[in-house]
């Protein structure tokens, strides 16, 4: 297990977070079938670095943007979704 | 040498107690890769061995490498919890793992090798009348199809699994179960031996500590891969790695319907024979066993989540251990002796993928999620005559890759394509 530092609530256990989907699987409305298939049905699973939505779903309920390592857990970068706009 | 290996049998081995066991040959060779075979295997799992031993044995391909990065059996097929069925719900999974399961009913005598399978019967609980309504229509599709199944009724249950809580006030109530009797187990570690060694004596090269780095296309076509012990040639590669899927397959430039997710399994100390059957439910995701050296074995949800890093999170074993005792309380006084992870391909419709990659030459055999050791047999047999034919094998027709973009997923769960819903 590790800490994810929410960005509403600070660092909260693991197991209070549902990974929802990798970043990459985001279909968008306007996206070509080649686009959209590619969103739903392949990914880059890397042993390394990749984005990643999640949920604090026993917390604050918001969803969050975070670039996790696969294999070390590491999260280099988060932030909440949509924090950008 | 290739054709010489020695008989295991009850004589062989009153023989060997008269030179103290010193006279037994190696189970198989370690052969140096060749510079090019008919098809290299990449990934020496039961699975990758498998389809050596049937490329030689069935379609007389004996120019065949398996190539492991680590030693054989390693991976995933020493990692799960040895059980062995066919009761899906879909007629594509029911007709592919009843040929699997066919196959292991004669596996021993056919390797000259003891697999340990043991069909004590595999279990599913109802704990409520809407499971008993879905056991009874798995039953229904299993019997309609030509599969072993019974519906049992709540003291038909206890009788099977006395130490089972039936307590008015229990976890887990248990309203009854349908059982599939020619399910059960098998000795992992011995089904990876027991192919390697007979694969070795068609002539098939086991190569052990030879990783692949690269895989190599000329032309459109693949003519062979790089490995941690130089170039090797091949007609054909066959990639078997279910787990690093995804990594091997990004050498070609392919992306998967692959997440690599992590899943736990947990075994007690060895205690007498307690637990006859393998016991499974429809409501909670919690596989109870007890292996021949008299180990409880347990297995549970994955962790839900995309990772490499065969470590499994802690509060996983508390949830498995807390269903485990819940059904078994008796359970709550064992200790648990090791606890371990090993990596799924989780697939996006929770089905395997097994033919040919839009890549010519490439094949595919992953996705396994956590459903690979009850099919080694059968996905052997499917993939080598994948491979040896060129066409699918009407079992593994429907389990190709292009399954995705033509919208005929295989979907058991009916969860759609999100891994960590399976």
């Known amino acids: 297990m590790f800490l994810i530092a929410c960005p509403h ?33 392949t990914r880059a699973n890397p042993r390394d670095f990749a984005w ?18 696969r294999t070390t857990h590491e999260i280099a970068e988060i932030e909440a979704v949509g924090a950008r706009l | 040498m290739p054709g010489a290996m020695k008989g295991y049998s009850a004589l062989a081995l009153l023989k060997g107690g008269f030179n103290g066991h010193k006279s037994w040959p190696r189970a198989w060779r370690a052969p140096e890769p060749k510079a090019f075979y008919d098809v290299v295997i990449v990934g020496g799992g039961g699975h990758g061995l498998a389809t050596a031993y049937y490329l030689a044995k069935v379609h007389g391909v004996r120019r065949v490498a398996v190539l492991e990065k680590s030693w054989i059996g390693g991976g995933n097929t020493g990692r799960n919890t040895t059980i062995v069925r066919s009761n899906y719900r879909l007629p594509q999974m029911q007709t592919f793992l009843e040929l699997s399961l066919k196959l292991w009913e004669g596996l021993s005598q056919e390797l000259n090798y003891n697999l340990m399978f043991s069909q004590r019967g595999a ?18 599709s299993l019997l309609t199809n030509g599969i072993d199944a019974k519906r049992l009724s709540r003291e038909q249950v206890a009788r099977l699994v006395p130490l089972l809580d039936m307590s008015p006030d229990a976890r887990f109530p248990v309203h009854g179960g349908l059982i599939q009797p020619r399910g059960g187990t098998a000795r992992h570690d011995a089904v990876a031996w027991g192919y390697a060694r007979a694969a070795d004596a068609l002539g098939v090269d086991v190569i052990q500590n030879c990783e692949v780095t690269g895989i190599d296309i000329q032309g459109g076509k693949t003519v062979g891969v790089q490995t941690t012990k130089g170039a090797i040639g091949a007609d054909r590669v066959a990639i078997c790695v279910a ?6 397959a990004a050498m070609a430039g392919l992306r998967l319907p692959i997440e690599s997710h992590m899943l736990q399994a947990f075994v007690s100390e060895p205690v007498k024979p307690m637990i006859n059957t393998v016991i499974m439910s429809r409501s909670i995701h919690c596989y109870i066993s007890q292996s021949d050296k008299g180990e409880i074995v347990l297995g549970g949800d994955p962790d839900l989540y995309p990772s490499y890093s065969k470590r499994g999170i802690p509060m996983r074993i508390e949830e498995v251990a807390g269903q485990a005792i819940g059904l078994v309380p008796a359970l709550s006084r064992l200790r648990m002796l090791r606890c371990w992870s090993g990596v799924t391909d ?13 890549v010519e030459n490439l094949y595919l055999n992953g996705g396994w999620c956590y459903g690979g050791f009850k099919a080694t047999p059968g996905s052997g047999f499917v993939y080598a005559h994948t491979l040896a034919t060129g066409a699918p094998h009407p079992a593994n027709a429907p389990f190709g890759l292009e399954r995705f973009a033509s919208g005929a997923t295989i979907d058991e769960a009916a969860s759609g394509p999100q891994p960590q819903s399976r």
Do not use: N
């Open chain 1, 9 to 41: 609530c600070g660092p909260r256990s693991q197991a209070e977070f549902v990974y929802e989907r990798a970043e990459e699987a985001v279909a968008y409305p306007d996206g070509t079938p080649q686009e959209t298939l590619a969103a739903l049905y």
């Open chain 1, 52 to 69: 990643e939505l999640w949920r604090h779903a026993y917390g604050c309920r918001g969803w969050i943007r975070m670039r996790r390592h």
């Open chain 2, 123 to 140: 279990l599913l609980l109802g704990h409520s009348d809407s499971d008993m309504t879905r056991l009874a229509e798995l039953g229904d």
């Open chain 2, 243 to 248: 787990g690093d899927s995804s990594t091997v």
């Open chain 2, 346 to 358: 989780m697939s996006f419709d929770g089905a395997p993928i097994i033919g040919k990659t839009p």
